[in-house]
């Protein structure tokens, strides 16, 4: 038995389930046959414009009269056209409308729809089902499946690795079309470019350690209808005959079944195999009744590997109780099922009692998120922490601000019953989460196999129990309890969850968001270190047998209140183990954990299984203080200066020209230093700098960020005054209160979008700058500037475009330096100007040892790099964990959301040469839409100091490049192009190697 601080634990709880019944005051229930409305099983005929009958016969019979409407055992086709057309605004689904609805069950009662074992065949992209504002409603006894499903599998026929192709046929047949060696799934009224695969081994399993698959081959030609012969595709090396690759978009437009703002609705035998976003969707729904409901194959000889786009399962913002039971959860490209709700993100705080929240994802809007006296709570974002001291309130009022109903809308203004926490405003990060919409759950005798992501999801505070499952090679966590204000705004806090009963079989054979380990309590929360109060409570996991190949079972994080106990763990030899996670339990900001008669086959070492020992240097997110400050000064001299600790930056320059560092040093005391930490930030960071910033002779280790950040900040253009002349912002919460600019100075602009400079190399001047906000540029974030001439026409403030300073951009001279032991990266550079970064030692920086960045969109970092030498340094086994922008050893990333819509490149000459790279792993070099790259004479080794973790598998990954020369390196393992190189969308002829 092993205790981890003290259990306070467990208060009795009595579970009541609602009553589940369709019993209704009129006494015996009245029959209605489908068929009475004019049509046969089996005729092939449109039955959406019979269901319209029945629906319009259902509407006049009395609410309190109990309806079954039979199906005769058969198969019924149902069409888009003539079906209900219907504005729908669906949780975690693209806001599409019109959609198409063949059932549209809207304000009805007591009605039971009985297939009788009957298949409903649907046609064109619709919606098979809704049920709005409906109570006792039953769905039963029938099988959903779409003619002409979104997705294409390729079955791989054969492999010719010597020619780097393999032969594959399509399935099913036909609709589809090959445009610049580009898939397209074509017919029934749209057209989607199929990028993504699911890849399958012939026995149904996701193959191993491969999510997420890019489908980005370099040539595709149809040989023979419906046969492909597909060349240059980095799985070629990793496929074999007779694996199927299930091909996707990321559209989910269409649920299967769509349940909205009702009550005691019942899903009885149903089987569906397909649907183009979740299985069934729940939203503002009370008392929801899964009985056998499935998203399934149609048995073993299914030649589909595939079910849904997204979930089998989904419920948002529902209350009551969610029974899901005695159902088969297989092949969808995402989770069995997800509970949670949304956080609203406030924007505005009115009065003391009064808010302006938003819908902040863009699948999660435009529907009901609360009515009068809900009750609700606060959040802070950053830390994931409940304001005030357990405080609630209810909804007094809540109307839409951005429409004329809630239906539509994002923008809620909401007053409440009291006064609320008075540190809540929009200045800072506060979401408002409603409890009153929060259901209990029991998710029991399930299976749950080969899909992709993850099986289970619950963020409820409400009583969850999780039992007698089968989660079977789930390809990433099995059970996931959640949380996040910051991303997918998905509430919220669970209090108590039960978790027994369960068998996991080899679950987690690949890498997702969130996956640390089998079960994983991950809630997002950016200030861990700041946080005071824990998210989650009261998780008890016991009586569960975990057969697995690797070691990783039970994550957790900010979470009060654990019991592991009674589980049974079995080593299987199916798989190589591979998770970076090499511990049993893997604990970060818990208490009152009790880990106890448990049974490892294989032995169970707390100070190895638990990771016990390892020193923590615990801080916050703050950083208020840098070591050495330089502002608007010239020809700055550091010499032989020792900084041991900052609570910021060590060194922090901007709008200064001409730095010298030499010797410069952020660094322990030594050998002997009882400290294992430095700076709470970089060691050297240089903001709008201009001239040279030479940096050689330092040591750098220790620090909670990078070696060197060199870079200027865009501007984000709020507002256009006239041609001439726009109010622009400093735009990140650490970024403002510094001088930007000055007459004269030289500027460009960016569309942020794409990150795509505007005109032919188009540039002016600064005529004048002042302040808005404040007196002068000193303590101010928006400033009106004139240009000297007419700017670009299309910027305005409606779309995303950003002014940045060329004339403060410096030359940079980084060498001699040691860089060692720090957090995150190690050199980042962002500058036209020339940079040389040579005869340093990267030395085990945890992420990746140098970056060349470019932001107009978070951290509104500049600029391009123009020319770049990285020569004659030794990195030594750099990226031994995963941070932002880390995708390689060396990372070209600029952040660039609609990197597929840009023409342009944004780097440009890098040169890399003559480096040694010592490293355990596969990634050297990533790049991202940058315009000639050339790597040469660089040596590589191969280290066994840790085993290989990154997700990117490949020696050099290229996104949107050209001008590559990849040429007189050595590789100690050797170097396969066709397996180390991957290529997304890049031309093959602009990448050489030789």
């Known amino acids: 038995m092993m205790r981890l601080h003290s259990l306070v634990f467990l208060l009795p709880f009595l579970f009541i389930l609602g009553c589940r019944s369709n019993v209704s005051s009129s006494g015996e229930e009245r029959i209605i046959s489908f068929e009475t409305f004019g049509i046969q099983p089996n005729s092939k005929k449109n039955a959406s414009i019979f269901a319209k009958k029945l629906i319009d016969s259902l509407q006049k019979i009395p609410a309190d009269e109990r309806v079954k409407v039979i199906f005769p055992k058969g198969r019924y086709d149902f069409y888009a056209t003539g079906s209900f057309t219907r504005e729908y605004y669906i949780s975690n689904h693209d806001q599409l409308n019109p959609k198409n609805v063949a059932f549209a069950l809207e304000n009805l009662e007591n009605i039971t729809i009985d297939g009788q074992g009957s298949e409903f065949i ?102 023979s209808p419906n046969q492909l012969r597909i060349k240059g595709w980095y799985q070629i090396p990793l496929t074999s005959v007779g694996e199927r690759f299930a091909l996707r978009s990321h559209k989910r437009p269409t649920p299967g079944v769509f349940i909205s703002q009702s009550k005691n609705t019942a899903v009885d035998n149903i089987q569906l195999h397909y649907a183009e976003g979740m299985g069934l969707l729940a939203q503002m729904s009370e008392n929801i009744f899964l009985d056998g409901f499935s998203v399934a194959l149609k048995g073993k000889d299914d030649p589909r590997y595939f079910t849904t786009q997204a979930d089998a399962t989904h419920f948002s913002a529902c209350k009551g109780v969610i029974v899901s039971k005695n159902g088969l959860y297989e092949g969808m490209a995402d989770d069995a099922i997800n509970v949670h709700g949304t956080y609203l993100k406030i924007i505005k705080r009115l009065d003391a009692k009064t808010v302006q929240a938003q819908y902040m994802h863009p699948q999660a809007w435009g529907f009901v998120w609360g009515e009068k006296g809900d009750e609700v709570q606060f959040l802070e974002s950053e830390k994931m922490e409940l304001l005030g001291d357990n405080f609630t309130t209810k909804i007094a009022s809540i109307y839409a601000v951005d429409q004329p109903r809630a239906f539509g809308a994002k923008v809620f203004e909401i007053t409440f019953e009291n006064e609320i926490p008075k540190e809540i405003n929009e200045k800072g990060k506060f979401s408002v989460e409603n409890l009153t919409w929060t259901p209990e759950v029991i998710f029991s005798n399930n299976v749950i196999r080969n899909n992709r992501a993850r099986g289970a999801l619950f963020s409820t505070p409400k009583k969850v129990i999780c039992e007698n499952n089968v989660f079977d090679h789930t390809h990433g966590t099995a059970i996931l309890l959640c949380g996040d204000s910051n991303g997918w705004y998905e509430t919220g806090a669970c209090r108590e969850v039960i978790i027994r009963n369960n068998q996991f079989i080899n679950a987690l054979t690949s890498n997702y968001q969130f996956t640390n380990a089998i079960i994983s309590i991950y809630p997002e929360i950016p200030n861990l270190e700041g946080q005071e109060k824990f998210f989650h409570s009261g998780i008890v996991i016991e009586n569960n047998t975990f057969e697995t190949f690797d070691q990783p079972i039970l994550y957790a994080k900010s979470t009060d209140g654990i019991v592991f106990r009674n589980n049974v763990i079995t080593h299987s030899d199916e798989f190589e183990p591979f998770h970076w996670n090499k511990h049993r339990f893997f604990f970060e900001k818990v208490k009152n954990v009790l880990i106890e008669k448990n049974q490892f086959e294989n032995g169970f070492n707390p100070e190895k299984d638990v990771s016990v020992g390892e020193r923590f240097a615990l801080r916050s997110h703050k950083r208020p203080t840098p070591g050495v400050f330089i502002s608007q000064s010239k020809n700055t001299a550091v010499d032989n200066i020792q900084l041991h600790y900052a609570e910021g930056m060590g060194l922090l320059a901007q709008m200064s020209e001409n730095i010298f560092l030499d010797g410069f040093s952020v660094a322990l005391k030594g050998k002997d230093d009882p400290r294992y930490f430095t700076t709470q930030a970089d060691a050297t960071h240089f903001s709008a700098c201009k001239g040279v910033i030479v940096s050689k002779n330092g040591l750098y280790e220790g620090m909670a960020d990078d070696a060197i950040n060199v870079h200027g900040t865009y501007l984000k253009i709020i507002k256009r ?191 890399i040469e003559n480096n040694t790279f010592e490293t355990f792993d596969q990634p050297i070099l990533y790049a991202k839409s940058t315009d000639g790259i050339v790597f040469r004479n660089n040596v590589i080794t191969h280290s066994d100091e840790f085993e290989p973790f990154h997700w990117n598998k490949h020696r050099f990954f290229f996104e949107k490049v050209k001008n590559v020369l990849i040429e007189k390196n050595q590789f100690e393992n050797g170097f396969n192009p066709e397996k180390d190189v991957r290529i997304e969308l890049s031309e093959e002829k602009g990448i050489q190697i030789k």
């Open 122 to 223: 649907f046609h064109g992209r619709m919606i098979p089902f809704s049920i709005i504002k409906g109570e006792n409603i039953s769905l039963q006894n029938f099988s959903i499946d779409f003619e002409n499903p979104a997705f294409r599998q390729l079955t791989i026929l054969a492999v010719d690795e010597n020619k780097g192709e393999v032969t594959a046929s399509v399935f099913p047949e036909n609709n589809h079309v090959i445009e610049n060696h580009k898939f397209y799934r074509t017919g029934e009224s749209y057209e989607l470019n199929l990028f993504q695969a699911m890849p399958f081994r012939a026995d149904r399993r996701l193959a191993y350690q491969r999510s997420d698959v890019a489908f980005n081959p370099k040539e595709i030609e149809e040989i």
């Open 721 to 911: 005054l006239d041609a001439k002349t726009v109010q622009a912002q400093y735009m990140h919460p650490q970024a403002w209160g510094f001088v930007w600019g000055e007459k004269g100075d030289e500027v460009q602009f960016l569309e942020s979008e794409k990150m795509e400079l505007l005109g032919d190399n188009f540039t002016t001047k600064i005529a004048s700058i002042y302040a808005v906000d404040q007196p002068r540029a000193f303590g101010a974030k928006v400033f009106e500037i004139t240009f000297e001439n007419e700017i670009p026409k299309e910027i305005n403030e409606k779309g995303k475009f950003s002014v940045e300073n060329l004339t403060w951009t410096p030359e940079v001279i980084f060498s001699n330096n040691v860089i060692r032991n720090n957090r995150a990266r190690g050199a980042l550079f962002s500058t036209p100007k020339k940079v040389i970064c040579e005869n340093n030692v990267f030395d085990h920086t945890h992420g990746t040892a140098i970056l060349l960045c470019g932001d107009s969109n978070g951290w509104y970092e500049t600029g391009a790099c123009r020319e770049v030498i990285i020569r004659n340094n030794q990195f030594i086994n750099a990226l031994t964990s995963n941070y932002q922008f880390t995708n390689a050893i060396i990372s070209i990333y600029p952040e660039i959301p609609n990197l597929e819509g840009q023409e342009k490149f944004f780097h440009s000459g890098i040169v």
